[in-house]
């Protein structure tokens, strides 16, 4: 447990800062992708294997592609220099940021957890079936929270299409002649 | 097996505390949040967002292993938690691809007009 847990921590992490400090974006997408196959080795750690092939499937798999594409329509020249990625706010957000987490690091250690112990979480995909749909013992909440993500994600998509659409009468390529 | 090898295997094999998860969760939730705030192009900036949801996802699924009382209802809200940001990835791209065909960049830096 303790070399799954480190060889995760390390992966998860120094992936994390590689999307941050990587010059090419392309790189930063694929460290991205790294991160989260490492918290979905958390969540195998966790007892929640159904949450790992999700997280699997929709971020290492979808979201990373969508992103992708995404670099592939606004594709500039590389950057050559590390300034030019980075704003102004390089050392007060590291300050920040780095107060941010050492706050909230300091407030989960000393936290008294005693009394928690692994493994109460539901294994089997049945039981998060249930959950999600608030039935069995599950708060009713949940089955609320389940439709309006359906329309939520109905919503979405329909905003994406009419944001990113062209318009029409201005020609085919009007994103790229310009 | 001598004692004190056995001592390290099942300090090895113990289960680890939750405080563990946490921090690695509360670190991650502070990368992410640094590369909001220092990168120039927007869809890094979206890719640290990515970073920040997952950190949090993972302080939910852990809570809800190792508390007793929590019931693994953990699980079921980072499931929400995923769909909600795979919502907002579509409408975010949507909207730097508007933005990238209206300025010709994505630099959130250039970007500051509201219209125009």
Known sequence: M??????????????????VL???????????????????????????????????????????????????????????????????QLWPGFFVTAGVGAFLAYIVTIQDWSG??????????????????GVNGAPEIFGLLFEVASVLLLVAVIAAIVVSRRKTGEGIDRGVEE | ?????????????????????????????????????????????????????????LSLVSFADYLPDAGGFGAGYAVLVIAVAAAEVA?????????YRSRKTVNVDEVNLLKG
């Open chain 1, 2 to 19: 303790v070399i799954a847990f480190v060889f995760l921590a390390s992966m998860t992490l120094i992936c994390s800062l590689g999307v």
């Open chain 1, 22 to 88: 990587s010059r090419s974006i392309v790189h930063s997408a694929l460290f991205m992708s790294g991160a989260f196959l490492g918290i979905a080795g958390f969540y195998v750690m966790l007892n929640a294997p159904a949450l790992a092939a999700f997280q699997v499937l929709i971020y290492v798999g979808a979201v990373t592609v969508v992103i992708l594409f995404g670099i592939m329509f606004t594709q500039k020249p590389q950057a050559r220099h590390f300034r030019t990625i980075i704003s102004k």
């Open chain 1, 116 to 133: 928690s112990e692994p493994g109460n979480g539901m294994r089997s995909v049945g039981q998060l079936g249930e959950t999600l749909l």
């Open chain 2, 1 to 57: 097996m001598p004692p004190q090898v056995q001592q390290f295997v099942d300090t090895l094999n113990a289960a680890l505390p939750l405080e563990g998860y946490l921090v690695v969760g509360a670190i991650m939730f502070a990368i992410g949040a640094w590369g909001a705030l220092i990168r120039r192009n927007a869809v890094v900036v979206f890719m640290c967002i990515e970073l920040m949801i997952n950190a949090v996802n």
């Open chain 2, 91 to 99: 409408v975010g791209l949507a909207i730097v691809l508007a933005v």
